[in-house]
Every structure is written in C-alpha cells, then in structure tokens.
C-alpha cells in the first residue's frame, strides 16, 4: 500500500502546537475532520476511541515516533494524519524517549486487511533511520507531502 492511498495530505501538520499525548491526538483527529475524511459529527468519538486505546497500550515504538491508531466505523477507508513535533512528546515509548513524529491512523471497523496493510507500510518506511530523519527535519506540509511521495516513488532509497 502506497503512502498516497493512505495520507491525507490535508492533514499534515509541520509544528505541532501541542506537546501533550491527548491534544496532540485530539489536533491531528481535528486535522482529518476538517479535511472532510472522518464522516460529519465523529470527530470527537473518534479522539476518544484513539485515546482509549493509547491508554490501553502506548503507540508509541520508538526511536522518536508514535503511531497512535483505531478502527473506526465512521471511516470507510484508511486515512492518516502526520504532525511533528521539535520540542518532543511524552508518548510513554518503548525507549522512554520523546516522540517528535506522530502518525495518527484510522481504518474501517470492518476491513481489519486494509488497517493491516497499512501499518505495514507506515512500519516499512519507519524502520528507516533516513527516512525518520528527513521526516524530522521537514519544515512544512509541502515537504512531507514531498518525503512521502518520494518514500512510495523510491521504497528502497529509504
């Protein structure tokens, strides 16, 4: 699964006015709402489902990055939002260290496959130390717009 089939690339956020674990959430959610990618009126039971499940088991994997995600029946298709972060987040990861790149992820309740796929993908490229470092130093949405093509463009340059 390509990046673009899975991004919304209206919901990039280059500075993350947050550096809490739950607004941060509740801005990226707020993001795909206003791209018109969540269905009308889910926005704040799908902040709530993601939270939940952020307080279940931290999303966040590591070496700088969280991947907070939920099924959801209010999508038909998967959409991710992206937002950074330079002062960093305590998402309680596996490394105890801050995460300054957040990949929010909603799926479809019903196609457990295609939230599979895209985690996969979004793991893919994330296990990359140069594609998490061109990440971290994008400046604006056109440059993460631009690392995320470029990611699905060229998948073993990174």
């Not at 089939?5 to 550096?19: E, K, Q, R, T």
């Not at 489902?49 to 209010?74: D, F, Y």
């Not at 991710?80 to 987040?89: M, P, Q, T, V």
């Not at 296990?127 to 061109?134: I, L, M, T, V, W």
């Amino acid at each position: 699964m390509k990046f673009s089939n899975i991004f919304c690339f209206d919901a990039l956020v280059p500075a993350l006015a947050s550096a809490e674990r739950d607004a941060v959430i509740r801005e990226l959610v707020t993001a795909l709402d206003k791209a018109g990618k969540l269905g009308k009126g889910h926005r704040e039971e799908i902040i709530k489902a993601v939270v939940k499940r952020e307080n279940e088991a931290s999303t966040g994997m590591g070496k700088g990055i969280a991947v907070p995600h939920v099924k959801h029946p209010a999508v038909k298709k998967v959409v991710a939002a992206l937002g950074l972060c330079g002062r960093g987040i305590n998402f309680a990861s596996l490394d105890k260290q801050d995460v300054h790149s957040v990949i929010l992820l909603v799926s479809p309740a019903d196609d457990p496959d295609q939230h599979l796929r895209a985690m996969e993908a979004i793991f893919r490229h994330l296990q990359a130390e140069k594609f998490r470092k061109f990440l971290r130093q994008c400046q604006s949405s056109e440059q993460i717009a631009d690392l995320l093509r470029e990611a699905d463009d060229s998948p073993s340059w990174f």
